[in-house]
């Protein structure tokens, strides 16, 4: 049991980098208020592991202001809906208020001036809006989850595929359990990190045809990657009911994509998290069971 008395604040805590830094935490022995949306199974779990569960919207001041008291450092998602920026306002007052010392944002690999994603620009304008409190602030800018592949993942007549708009772009994808771990030593020595800016990339820098390759040896059947349009991808998001605001991110970040925005590998996950990446293989390997079927967000051929 750790003798550190901190609070740490876990928002989007259901969520799979959230989910994961709470465990972390716990399992070292520290206190964690982990704030979610509403009670359901997964807010139930988070209960029952040890973690003070609060109900909170990121956008309600009072919920927040309620949330960050007693805090040491939180942990700040955001997830691809309007409002961030408000979301994020609302925050940086409730936790300078409360007396907060440091938060870690989630930001992403396309964030920047010139960005065409909205939700990207806005990343970029939240992070120099943090910068500006008097909180130790981390910036962390994954590339592209490893869990993505399974989101538009496509098992049809024995083979995989993955239609996507991507070209002959490169990136290395990064687990979000990485992340986590990144996520929770940033929370419990942030002093080093103030006003860092950190890109997360998995081990190995590949295109899609090179990630297929990679994940038919390990899953033992044949994987395809078929490019496909942004506007044939953007097409069938907005046909699955896909917000507006994540259907524009995507289809502009797919540029970035392509201009290599996303492509690079560093060793930020091992040197601050402790451990090396997943590599795809590994990644893939410890969820073959989730590539048995489709995943929910495929482009059909």
Not at 80 to 87: D, H, Q, R, S, T
Not at 142 to 156: N, V
Not at 217 to 244: K, N
Request: aromatic residues 8%; charged residues 20%; hydrophobic residues 45%.
């Amino acid at each position: 049991m750790s003798n550190d008395d901190r609070l740490f604040l876990v928002t989007g805590a259901t969520g799979r980098t959230g989910r994961g830094a709470v465990d972390l935490l716990l399992a070292g022995g520290h206190r964690v208020r982990a704030m979610a949306h509403r009670e359901d199974e997964r807010s139930l779990e988070l209960a029952a592991a040890g973690a003070e569960v609060v109900f909170a919207d990121l956008h309600d001041l009072d919920g927040v202001t309620a949330a960050v008291q007693g805090v040491s450092g939180a942990y700040f998602c955001h997830p691809i809906l309007p409002g961030l920026v408000e979301a994020t306002v609302i925050f940086a007052q409730a936790a300078t208020e409360a007396g907060v010392r440091s938060v870690v944002n989630m930001s992403q690999i396309s964030a920047r001036r010139e960005a065409r994603s909205n939700a990207a620009r806005q990343h970029w304008l939240c992070e120099h809006l943090l910068d500006r409190t008097d909180l130790l602030t981390t910036h962390i800018r994954p590339t592209f989850f490893a869990e993505w592949l399974k989101l538009w993942w496509e098992k049809r007549d024995g083979d995989g595929y993955l239609r996507l708009p991507f070209g002959e772009g490169r990136h290395a994808p990064i687990a979000a359990a990485d992340q986590s771990r990144v996520i929770a030593a940033l929370l419990l020595d942030p002093e080093p990190h103030d006003r860092a800016v950190y890109p997360l990339h998995g081990p190995v820098e590949l295109n899609h045809r090179e990630i297929a390759g990679k994940m038919a040896a390990t899953l033992g059947f044949p994987v395809h990657y078929e490019p496909i349009s942004v506007d044939e991808f953007a097409a069938a998001m907005v046909e699955r009911g896909m917000p507006a605001h994540r259907v524009q991110h995507l289809g502009n970040v797919a540029v970035d994509y392509q201009n290599g925005v996303f492509a690079g590998v560093n060793d930020v996950v091992e040197k601050i998290g402790g451990r090396a990446p997943l590599s795809v293989e590994q990644y893939t390997t410890e969820n073959k069971a989730d590539f048995d079927t489709s995943g929910p967000l495929f482009v059909p051929a």
